[in-house]
């Protein structure tokens, strides 16, 4: 069960004039992404609604996006964040490894059924959540944080939810919510606090709202 003093974070659709986050948000989808990906493009559209910058692509351009990312973050340092679905989530975190080995921090990483070929959170990642269907053959991807860790970090496996499958996991409505959410926190949001943050593994019980409690929020 959610830590005590953990707050659900889900919150509606935020409108453009209250956004303050400069973030630069890169997506990717997975394999046969403008297929069974949908749900990345329909989150970007969100995004950019919501005045925040923000592109897909698919993963196996993934390489060629972070050198470029490198290049726009030396000319305009604002926070990065990266989202992926199934091959995009390891894509995700392979990108966040590039940008460790040039020391640029990612703000936040959200990782949806990745493969389970993806590595494990870099260090330089401030706040990491994993979405997953531990009994998914197609992502089913466990991430876990890299051995002395400090960042927020939080798992949410979902396959207790007979509704969700892979190819729907990345397209929920109440998820993109709270993802925008938190993009749009990201500027008030500590990536580091007194207390060394707690992380979260939590197995989300059936007919239960998909809540992502976040173990830097106190």
């Given at each position: 069960n959610p830590p005590p003093n953990a707050v659900a974070t889900a919150a509606p659709d935020v409108p453009p004039a209250a956004i303050p986050s400069q973030a630069r948000v890169y997506l990717f989808r997975g394999a046969l992404g403008p297929i069974f990906s949908r749900g990345m493009d329909r989150l970007t559209d969100r995004?950019?609604?919501?005045?925040?910058?923000?592109?897909?692509?698919?993963?196996?351009?993934?390489?060629?996006?972070?050198?470029?990312?490198?290049?726009d973050f030396r000319d305009n340092p604002v926070p990065i964040v990266l989202i992926g679905h199934s091959m995009g989530g390891y894509c995700s975190v392979i990108f966040s490894q590039?940008?460790?080995?040039?020391?640029?921090?990612?703000?936040?990483?959200?990782?949806?059924?990745?493969?389970?070929?993806?590595?494990?959170?870099?260090?330089?990642?401030?706040?990491?959540?994993?979405?997953?269907l531990s009994k998914d053959v197609l992502g089913g991807g466990d991430v876990k944080p890299q051995p002395g860790y400090r960042g927020h970090y939080a798992s949410f496996d979902l396959s207790e939810h007979d509704e969700v499958s892979h190819?729907?996991?990345?397209?929920?409505?109440?998820?993109?919510?709270?993802?925008?959410?938190?993009?749009?926190?990201?500027?008030?949001?500590?990536?580091?606090?007194?207390?060394?943050?707690?992380?979260?593994?939590?197995?989300?019980?059936?007919?239960?709202a998909i809540e992502l409690w976040d173990s830097g929020t106190s």
């Open positions: 995004l950019q609604k919501a005045g925040i910058r923000a592109d897909v692509y698919e993963f196996t351009i993934c390489r060629l996006i972070a050198d470029q990312a490198i290049r590039m940008l460790e080995a040039e020391n640029i921090p990612v703000s936040l990483v959200v990782t949806i059924d990745p493969a389970h070929v993806t590595p494990n959170v870099p260090l330089n990642v401030e706040r990491f959540i994993n979405i997953f190819i729907t996991i990345d397209k929920m409505d109440d998820v993109h919510q709270q993802l925008i959410a938190k993009i749009v926190q990201l500027a008030t949001t500590p990536s580091k606090g007194d207390v060394e943050p707690v992380p979260l593994r939590y197995v989300v019980p059936p007919n239960t």
